[in-house]
């Protein structure tokens, strides 16, 4: 079984950044594939980014090149860096790591 704790969600101004981190238990980490999604109330959850071993590193067209994924295989963590928030990227974001999810932590952009 695997656990996914997620932390760094919060309120963030218009343009401001945020850096969500999600810690997995095991040591599964390095060969499963990793994503952050995220989802608003009365919407599906939606895939933000992901990284599949020996394919590639995937975004969504809305967060290209503001959203950065990364991940420590040693300390069993990924990363989600967001820069240049919207309010549009308000919303609840989950971990995901093979088929565990995480808990979701609250993303928040607001003046």
């Known amino acids: 079984q695997v656990q996914l704790v997620e932390s760094g969600g919060g309120l963030v101004q218009p343009g401001g950044s945020l850096r969500l981190s999600c810690a997995a238990s095991?040591?599964?980490?390095?060969?499963?594939?990793v994503g952050w999604y995220r989802q608003v109330p009365g919407s599906q959850r939606e895939l933000v980014a992901t990284?599949?071993?020996?394919?590639?590193?995937y975004y969504a067209d809305s967060v290209k090149g503001r959203f950065t994924i990364s991940r420590d295989s040693a300390k069993n963590t990924v990363d989600l860096q967001m820069n240049s928030l919207k309010f549009e990227d308000t919303a609840v974001y989950y971990c995901?790591?093979?088929?565990?999810w995480g808990q979701g932590t609250q993303v928040t952009v607001s003046p």
């Open positions: 095991g040591r599964l980490f390095g060969y499963y594939t």
């Open positions: 990284m599949i071993p020996a394919d590639g590193t």
């Open positions: 995901k790591v093979s088929s565990f």
